[in-house]
């Protein structure tokens, strides 16, 4: 079944305690994202990658890291995650162009104490 | 910068009925869009695309319109379903950059 996976599902952490989200798809697409949703602030964009190796900020990329050293995983890491940055944050994939439709992950509903 | 958004944050309909939700864009330099649905506790879901280079697209059930003078997309659903409940994106990409989505409209279906 062709799939975007994101774990953990769920994650309560400390403040500065680093933490990492895992993303893995099997569709073998080109283009990853990372995006987090807030009440009232729709999907916004943290980070992308286009291909192995290749990166690139998006709207809201301050506190966040990502690495994409093969083409299924882009991990999400929060190397001193603060109170701000509790939300609920997605994983998506698409094919080969950014113009195309984008395959999401079940989420990831991070609380930061 | 550019951004998406939506004209009405909710939209309650009658089961049965059909349902129009409304998405205003204000870069003119966008040539695709996509409607996505987000059911309480899941991942948006693909529903419809559209590119610039059609005013009408159909679906199962759901047409998409898109009005490039007035830079005004919309999402029909006909024969509106308790199961159609949920919140509704739209997102627009022009060139080769990321879709930008909007803030969402929440979709009740009143049985």
């Known amino acids: 079944e062709a799939q975007v996976t994101q774990n953990p599902r769920y994650l309560i952490t400390v403040t500065g305690k680093k933490l990492t989200v895992t993303c893995s798809q099997n569709?073998?697409?080109?283009?990853m994202s990372w995006y987090r949703q807030d009440p009232g602030l729709g999907l916004r964009q943290i980070y992308y990658?286009?291909?192995?190796?290749?990166?690139d900020k998006g709207d809201v990329p301050e506190g966040y890291k990502v690495s994409r050293k093969e083409k299924r995983n882009f991990p999400l890491i929060l190397e001193s995650p603060s109170p701000n940055q509790t939300s609920l944050y997605f994983c998506?994939?698409?094919?080969?162009?950014?113009?195309?439709?984008?395959?999401f992950g079940q989420g990831t509903r991070l609380t930061v104490v | 910068g550019e951004s998406v958004g939506l004209h009405l944050p909710t939209l309650s309909v009658q089961e049965g009925d059909n349902s129009i939700i409304n998405c205003a864009y204000s870069?003119?330099?966008?040539?695709?869009f996509i409607w996505y649905k987000q059911e309480s506790g899941k991942g948006p879901q693909f529903i419809i695309d559209?590119?610039?280079?059609?005013d009408k697209r159909q679906g199962q059930r759901v047409t998409v319109l898109l009005n490039k003078t007035v830079k005004h997309l919309s999402l029909q659903i006909a024969a509106t379903q308790p199961g159609d409940s949920a919140v509704y994106f739209c997102?627009?990409?022009?060139?080769?950059?990321?879709?930008?989505f909007g803030k969402g409209t929440r979709l009740s279906v009143i049985a």
């Open positions: 870069n003119s330099a966008s040539d695709y």
């Open positions: 559209i590119r610039s280079n059609m």
């Open positions: 997102a627009e990409s022009s060139g080769n950059t990321p879709l930008v």
């Open positions: 998506a994939s698409s094919p080969w162009s950014l113009n195309t439709e984008a395959f």
């Open positions: 990658s286009m291909n192995v190796e290749v990166t």
């Open positions: 569709m073998n697409h080109e283009y």
